[in-house]
C-alpha cells in the first residue's frame, strides 16, 4: 500500500497575511464606531452598576456571620448585672450561722472582722482548714475587684468599637480569679476536713467533719449571687 503524500495546500506554510484575513481582521477595515453615544451616557450607566453592586454587596453582608454581633445590648445588660452584683458582694450575707438561741448574717466584708477566731480554731483542724479560710478570704476581695473592674470597663467610652472590645475582654479576664478560687474552695470542701470544734459553736449544719455539703448548707444568698456572676462574666470572655 502505497503511502499516500499530502496535498500541495497542506504542504504550504500558512502565511501571516492569510492568518490575518482567516480571523478577519479585513473585514470591518474601518474605525470602529464609539460604544458609548456621549459622556453623560457612560457616567449614568457607570453609576447605575456600581449602586447596583454596592446594595448586594450590602445585603450579602447583612446575612452572613460578617456583620454578627459579638457584643449586643443585651450581652452588656446581662454583664452590667452580674458585676454589678459582684461589686456590691462586698456587703452582702455570704454565711448564715444559725444555733440555739441565736442566728447571724456574715457580710462578705464581716468575715474579715471575724479571721482571728476562725484562726483561732485552726490548730484543732488543721492546715487545711487554714487554707480554705484563706481561700474564702480571696474569693470574696477578688470577686468584688473584678466587679468593679468589669462595671467600669463596661461603661468607659472608647474612640472605637475595636478599642472598647478588647478592653472589655481584658477587664474581664480578671474575672478568673475569683472562679479559680471557688474551683480550689469546691475542692476542699470535697475532701472534707474535720471540724472538732463544732460541738463548741453549736452552729446548725457543723457537724464533726466539714465537706461541701456543709459549706453550702452555711452559705446565703451573696455566695449564690456572686457565684453564678463570676461564671456569667468568665463565660463571654471567649466570644470578645
Known amino acids: 500500500m502505497e503511502d499516500q503524500k499530502p496535498s500541495k495546500k497542506t504542504q504550504e506554510r500558512i502565511t501571516e497575511e492569510t492568518r490575518y484575513k482567516y480571523i478577519g481582521f479585513d473585514v470591518y477595515p474601518k474605525k470602529p464606531k464609539k460604544f458609548w453615544k456621549s459622556q453623560e451616557e457612560k457616567r449614568k450607566l457607570l453609576?447605575?452598576?456600581?449602586?447596583?453592586?454596592?446594595?448586594?454587596?450590602?445585603?450579602?453582608?447583612?446575612?452572613?456571620?460578617?456583620?454578627?454581633?459579638?457584643?449586643?445590648?443585651?450581652?452588656?445588660?446581662v454583664l452590667t448585672v452580674a458585676s454589678l452584683i459582684l461589686?456590691?458582694?462586698?456587703?452582702?450575707?455570704?454565711?448564715?450561722?444559725?444555733?440555739?438561741?441565736?442566728?447571724?448574717?456574715?457580710?462578705?466584708l464581716g468575715f474579715f472582722l471575724k479571721l482571728g477566731t476562725l484562726f483561732g480554731y485552726a490548730p484543732l483542724s488543721g492546715p487545711l482548714f487554714s487554707v480554705f479560710v484563706v481561700l474564702v478570704g480571696l474569693t470574696i476581695l477578688s470577686s468584688f475587684a473584678a466587679g468593679l473592674v468589669s462595671l467600669l470597663a463596661l461603661h468607659k467610652k472608647q474612640s472605637d468599637t475595636e478599642s472598647y472590645l478588647i478592653n472589655l475582654k481584658k477587664k474581664l479576664k480578671l474575672n478568673l480569679i475569683p472562679l479559680i478560687s471557688w474551683s480550689a474552695l469546691i475542692?476542699?470542701?470535697?475532701?472534707?476536713?474535720?471540724?472538732?470544734?463544732?460541738?463548741?459553736?453549736?452552729?446548725?449544719?457543723?457537724?464533726?467533719?466539714?465537706?461541701?455539703?456543709?459549706?453550702?448548707?452555711?452559705?446565703?444568698?451573696?455566695?449564690?449571687?456572686?457565684?453564678p456572676s463570676v461564671i456569667i462574666n468568665c463565660v463571654k470572655i471567649s466570644d470578645l
Not at 454587596?57 to 452572613?64: N, T
Not at 461589686?87 to 462578705?108: A, C, D, K, M, N
Open 47 to 77: 453609576e447605575g452598576v456600581k449602586k447596583k453592586v454596592s446594595k448586594t454587596a450590602v445585603e450579602e453582608r447583612d446575612h452572613s456571620l460578617v456583620r454578627a454581633a459579638v457584643f449586643t445590648r443585651v450581652d452588656r445588660m
Open 87 to 108: 461589686t456590691i458582694s462586698l456587703v452582702l450575707p455570704w454565711f448564715s450561722l444559725r444555733g440555739e438561741g441565736f442566728g447571724s448574717q456574715v457580710i462578705g
Open 187 to 227: 475542692v476542699i470542701a470535697c475532701f472534707g476536713m474535720s471540724t472538732p470544734f463544732a460541738d463548741i459553736l453549736r452552729v446548725d449544719g457543723l457537724g464533726d467533719s466539714f465537706t461541701v455539703i456543709n459549706f453550702f448548707v452555711l452559705s446565703s444568698f451573696g455566695v449564690w449571687l456572686a457565684l
